[in-house]
């Protein structure tokens, strides 16, 4: 498809699991960023990768959390030994050229540690 | 750490009325962007504004980005039930941070 595509949709996990949540941005995009909603509420930046710099992780709650983009392309979000505060919908956006050009987002993931 | 403060946090009223929304920072941003998000859907942009005092007009929202450019106001004249949902500001190229900054969201319902 055209547009930012993120899989899963859904995804249900116990405490203390690892997860894995994919991005693929719209072809082209140099940026990408990571971010994170709670219900209803505004969204928490995580991460965000432009071309060959080297990504803004400043955003990341803990040591827990990474990320990685390949080839400039597809990024993975890794949450490891997930708590239930990980609980929230991760979105994905991508852009051109990065911050003042529209951020394209896909539909997010739903994360439900249990 | 950079904030960007929307208020109000929660708006209903009714279709035909008139409604502001205020995004407000004490950093600078080089631009400024509006997004609504549907349930269940990720933000759609709305606007982009890159000049202090400029404003832009979307049919019937204006969006007028502050002198200082960080603050900026979202205004939707005669509400329409079309227009529930949740606005999003973000600031982008503010001191210290590349990646774009959201706010922390107005959520619009607007009852026929």
Sequence with gaps: ?114 | TQLLEQSPQFLSIQEGENLTVYCNSSSVFSSLQWYRQEPGEGPVLLVTVVTGGEVKKLKRLTFQFGDARKDSSLHITAAQPGDTGLYLCAGGGGTGRRALTFGSGTRLQVQP
């Design chain 1, 1 to 114: 498809g055209a547009g930012v595509s993120q899989s899963p949709s859904n995804k249900v996990t116990e405490k203390g699991k690892d997860v894995e949540l994919r991005c693929d941005p719209i072809s082209g995009h140099t940026a990408l960023y990571w971010y994170r909603q709670s219900l209803g509420q505004g969204l928490e930046f995580l991460i965000y990768f432009q071309g060959n710099s080297a990504p803004d992780k400043s955003g990341l709650p803990s040591d827990r959390f990474s990320a990685e983009r390949t080839g400039g392309s597809v990024s993975t979000l890794t949450i490891q030994r997930t708590q239930q505060e990980d609980s929230a919908v991760y979105l994905c956006a991508s852009s051109i050229t990065g911050v003042g050009t529209e951020a394209f987002f896909g539909q997010g993931t739903r994360l439900t540690v249990v």
